[in-house]
């Protein structure tokens, strides 16, 4: 059971959220004192009520529990079957050939994988082409499936993911040449609108509100079989603001890492992590770096830096299980992200 489910006030989980405690476990050692005193966060609660919201999490644990007790073990998977199982994972293409082929066919599912770059190398218009492909029908080489975009820098343009979908829906009639070698014209037609309407959009204006969606996103999802992408754009936003204890920062990314690989795993889906970058000394001179720490770039299976090489974009995997590091062009077109070609150039405003 999730903290968000728990029978307690609104203005009790909120507080207890703020202060980093996103499910039980998190709570299921501290002493009330401790919860009460607020050490080292000011939750302003008695400690009787401190006693009480124990209690409760403590039932909530043993409700958890097939018999009242002990957690049972998940058992063992050797490892020729997660060798299959790795062989056999779904991939979601860019939309961009190039990118693909050093992906292994695109942006795998089951796994977590963060992209980050600089303002205007197109995080965005990557993630809302992701939102859009992972519709492909199966007979078309997709997923037919639908997207969770969550947004929390209020970047997503609405205008653009129609004419990506007007791109797709063009690509899939065997009009134009499609990025993936085993596509085949598609007979299934939709309409650019069907696609708006299987991407579940969500504006998050605050780090609160973005820890509480990632806990919802467990009900939302058993509810929706079908989405098979989660894209939050970005990670970092609320995050980089308001907080001096970096402690509590760590604590609170941690926390929503291991619940977005959790569901990853869970509904065989996507988890698609936008960042951005961020100064850091190092031997003796400044360098541009993914935001959020060191401690957050072991929080995610994949890592993927886009970057400037003269007038191309280019993107490069920084870190990967099962993919060798190697760097592929790419190029954001008017159809979205596209395998780049020599009239693709970085349009320099005067």
Partial sequence: MELARLPISASQRGKLISAGYTSLSS??????????????????????????????????????????????????????????????????????????????????????????????????????????????????????????????????????????????????????????????????????????????????????????????????????????????DSVTFHFRQDFDDLALRTRLLSGMALKLMKLAKKFSLAVVLLNQVTTKYTEGSFQLTLALGDSWSHSCTNRIILYWNGDERYAYIDKSPSLRSASAPYSVTGKGIRTTTSKCKRIKLM
């Fill in 27 to 232: 709570l299921s050692s501290i002493p009330p004192s401790t919860l009460a005193q607020g050490n080292p966060f000011d939750l302003k609660i008695s400690e009787d009520e401190a006693l009480e919201i124990l209690r409760v999490v403590s039932q909530g644990s043993r409700l958890d529990k097939p018999d009242g007790g002990h957690a049972i073990v998940n058992g063992a998977q050797t490892a020729w079957d997660m060798l299959h199982e790795e062989e056999s994972l779904k991939c979601i293409t860019t939309s961009c050939a190039d990118l693909d082929d050093i992906l292994g066919g695109g942006i795998k599912c089951k796994e977590v994988t963060e992209i980050g770059g600089v303002p205007g190398i197109g995080k965005t218009q990557l993630g809302i082409q992701l939102a859009v492909n992972v519709q492909i029908p199966v007979t078309c080489g997709g997923l037919g499936g639908k997207s969770i975009y969550i947004d929390t820098e209020g970047s997503f343009m609405l205008e653009r993911a129609l004419q990506i979908a007007e791109a797709c829906v063009e690509d899939m009639s065997g009009n134009n040449d499609f990025v993936r070698k085993d596509f085949q014209p598609c007979h299934i037609k939709m309409q650019p609108k069907e696609f708006l309407q299987n991407i579940f959009y969500f504006r998050v204006c605050s780090y609160t509100e973005q820890i509480a969606l990632i806990n919802y996103l467990d009900k939302f999802i058993s509810e929706h079989k079908d989405v098979n992408v989660v894209i939050l």
